[in-house]
């Protein structure tokens, strides 16, 4: 399958806070993508601190890396690291022997550009932090989706995260909740969706539910996608679908709440509990 | 109607995620004016000192910070007394 849209777009995946989901978020949307038949590339700017490639299970392909391209000791294509499992995926790798200091917003303009014209999407994983390593990944970025956890200090960091690409004439930001339970918002001890739209004021793009399958599939380096029973996967792929722009509906994963305390009475009845 | 009475009969939210909206709120508040609540306070009494300077207030003056969507005001509301 080759390339469907005239002009690739760029999307940075940011949060501020560290361990939320990004690199979790741009593996499992790109690959969602690209299992729709995109040609969708991920480049991985978190120089000196690099995971992509290890939650895309990717990380024995690895010959060439984003500081070699630049430095022109090899070519764009040569370090382009192609997924198996997805063949319109590809991943650009971040150096893990260097740092933020090594690359400059130019030059991610410069590499976003030549990606522009053979993919269409190119998914930039941020690295945590507002310093050089944030405005090298927000550079090229035509749009950006902010990933947060319904939790204080993430909410926080996002806000000051939203407030920065707002200065950076961003016009469309979009947010990822990941990690949120049902049961802990109904018995009042998680933030709500709707607490967190209230804080941050930005559009949603997607709930992620808190998933022990994306540790299963973390440590196997498989994508979340893959494993179709998950809720985390069903997640991922709306998002998916809304980045193209199609409207999905937001499922409260209610239904599938309900349905384990159902199941979960019927078992403690039967155990005589 | 469970969330109805909720509200009803315990108008303070004492929950966890009722203490973090709360605390959100003043704290991205801030965070956006590049400001603090002692910043806040310290500029609460002046505005209240240069109002009494040239008239008597009578009752509690209010300086507050409201905000919609991520943008704020400050909304002041000092009642004064009358001859």
Redesign the interface.
Known sequence: MGKKTAEGQVIVVTSGKGGVGKTTTVANVASSLARLGHKVVVMDLDIGLKKLDLILGLENRVIYDIIQVIEGECTLKQALVKDKRFPDLYMLPAAQTRNKDDITPDQVKQLCAQLKKEFDYIFIDCPAGIEQGFRNAIAAADRAIVVTNPE?SA??DA??I??ML?SANFKDIKLVVNRIRNDM?K??????ID?LL??L?IDLLGVVPEDQNVVVSTNRGEPIILNEHAQASTAFNNIAHRTLGEQVDFPTFDDITLWTRIKSLGRNMFSGR | MLDFLKRVFNAE?K????Q??N???L??TH??LGTSGLVMDAMKEEIIQVIAKHMEIEGVPEVKIITE??HAAMDISIPLKGR
């Open positions: 204080v909410v926080r806000d000051r939203i407030g707002e918002v018995s009042g001890d998680m933030l709500s607490d209230e804080h004021c | 939210d929950s966890s995620k009722g973090a909206n605390r959100l709120r704290v991205l965070d956006r969507g991520r």
